[in-house]
C-alpha cells in the first residue's frame, strides 16, 4: 500500500522487493502484488467495515470475488470464523448496531476468511476502550495459539510479552531495538527503549473472561 524507499520486504522465504546497492528499490509487478495480498490478511486501527452490508455480506465479500467461492461455501466459512471470534449471534447484524469492539473482531473474522498466510495488525485496540481491547486481544492469543503468523503493531506491552516470537521497538521511523521479549520489553539495553516502557501503563486484558460473557 505504500512504495518502499530503502531496504526489502520478504514473506514466508519470498522476496517481495529488494534495495540494490545502489540503491535502486527492485518492486514487485502489479500481478505480484494481486497475489501477495490475498495471502496476506489486513485489519486496521479504524474497522473499514462496508456500512450497507450487513455482518456475514462483509465477510463473504472478498471470497466470493476473490477466491471464486459460492456462496454457500463462503456463508459456512463466515459462520465458523464469527463462532471463533463469539460474534456467531451477530451475522446479519450492521456495523451501525455493534460496539467497537465488535466491529474490530468482525474485521479480523473478514480477514480471516481469505485463508491468509499471514495476519498484520495495525494498532488494533487503539479505537477502542480497555473492555472492548480486552475482546480483541483474546481472539488474537487465540490466532497465535493456533499457530497463525501476525505481525502486529501495538501499545499493549503485556499482550506482547505473552504473545511474541520478536519484539522491535521503533521510535521516529527506526528500529532501536529488536530481540526476544524477555530481552526487549523485560532487560533493554536501548536507552529508549527504557524510556518508553517506564512510560507506558498496559491495561489489564480480559483473559478470564470469555467472549460469550462480553458480547
Do not use: W
Request: charged letters at 25%.
Amino acid at each position: 500500500m505504500e512504495i518502499p524507499t530503502g531496504g526489502s520486504i520478504t514473506v514466508d522465504g519470498e522476496v517481495i522487493c529488494n534495495e540494490l546497492p545502489s540503491g535502486r528499490m527492485v518492486l514487485p509487478s502489479s500481478r505480484r502484488l494481486r497475489h501477495l495480498r490475498t495471502e496476506v490478511g489486513m485489519v486496521f486501527q479504524h474497522f473499514n467495515l462496508f456500512p450497507h452490508l450487513n455482518v456475514i455480506s462483509n465477510i463473504t465479500d472478498a471470497p466470493m470475488s476473490v477466491r471464486g467461492l459460492t456462496r454457500d461455501e463462503a456463508e459456512r466459512d463466515a459462520i465458523e470464523l464469527l463462532d471463533q471470534v463469539g460474534l456467531s449471534d451477530k451475522a446479519r447484524a450492521y456495523p451501525a448496531h455493534l460496539s467497537g469492539g465488535q466491529r474490530q473482531r468482525v474485521a479480523i473474522a473478514r480477514a480471516l476468511a481469505m485463508r491468509p498466510r499471514i495476519m498484520l495488525f495495525d494498532e488494533v485496540t487503539s479505537s477502542v476502550d480497555p473492555e472492548m481491547a480486552g475482546e480483541i486481544l483474546y481472539v488474537m492469543r487465540q490466532l497465535a495459539r493456533r499457530g497463525m503468523t501476525m505481525l502486529v503493531v501495538t501499545h499493549e506491552m503485556k499482550f506482547a510479552s505473552e504473545v511474541a516470537d520478536r519484539v522491535a521497538f521503533l521510535d521516529a521511523g527506526l528500529i532501536q531495538e529488536i530481540g526476544g521479549p524477555a530481552q526487549v520489553l523485560d532487560n533493554p539495553s536501548d536507552p529508549r527503549t527504557r524510556k518508553f516502557l517506564r512510560a507506558v501503563v498496559d491495561r489489564e486484558p480480559m483473559d478470564a473472561v470469555s467472549l460469550e460473557q462480553t458480547t
